[in-house]
């Protein structure tokens, strides 16, 4: 995907950061998932893995 928007925001003590892709589709993922998370940017191409959602969000499970 390309990260048109990252933001993170902090929920019982775990990082979450929340991305919406080129296309509006929206994400997140936890801190837990990748260390990288802190360093990507908007415009930068990332690979994603997840599970499907019928919710607004889909929870990221691994970046590569």
Do not use: C, M, R
Not at 21 to 49: M, V
């Amino acid at each position: 995907i390309t990260v048109k928007k990252i933001s993170q925001a902090s929920i019982k003590g775990t990082t979450y950061y929340y991305i919406e892709d080129s296309e509006s589709k929206k994400y997140k993922a936890s801190i837990e998932i990748s260390e990288n998370l802190p360093f990507i940017n908007n415009g930068d191409s990332i690979e994603i893995g997840y599970y499907e959602s019928e919710g607004n969000i889909t929870e990221i499970v691994k970046i590569n």
